[in-house]
């Protein structure tokens, strides 16, 4: 998922909550600002792209919310490693993985995943 595609999700939470972006294209310098106030917030939704998840924070997060399928089993396995490493903080943290029909097929990567299918 793109920056462009982050801001666009992000859209519709903006006045109804606090909204972070960080993606590639913010500088790293700015990005880890961004990281820092949404680890200290009481409340938001963070919206993130092209960032490895060993560098988010996990403090006070709930739920994570996947848009799309990784692009490679290993990317697969850095996002189960950040969702098991955040519900291990304070309590259980719940991934939605948003993928789209076509995407199904792939779905094998997620195999050891323990993913329960839903249709939204």
Request: net charge neutral; with cysteine; proline share 5%.
């Amino acid at each position: 998922v793109s920056g462009d595609l982050a801001k666009y999700y992000a859209e519709p939470f903006r006045g109804k909550i606090e909204v972070f972006e960080s993606h590639s294209a913010v500088s790293k310098k700015v990005r880890k600002k961004i990281l820092q106030s949404f680890e200290s917030a009481e409340r938001g939704v963070l919206f993130t792209a092209g960032l490895s998840p060993a560098t988010l924070p996990c403090k006070g997060v709930s739920a994570v919310i996947l848009i799309g399928l990784p692009s490679s089993a290993k990317d697969a396995k850095q996002l189960l490693d950040f969702v098991t490493r955040c519900g291990k903080e304070l309590a259980p943290v719940t991934a939605y993985l948003l993928a789209a029909t076509f995407e199904a097929e792939i779905l094998s990567l997620l195999a050891d995943a323990q993913l329960v299918p839903a249709d939204l």
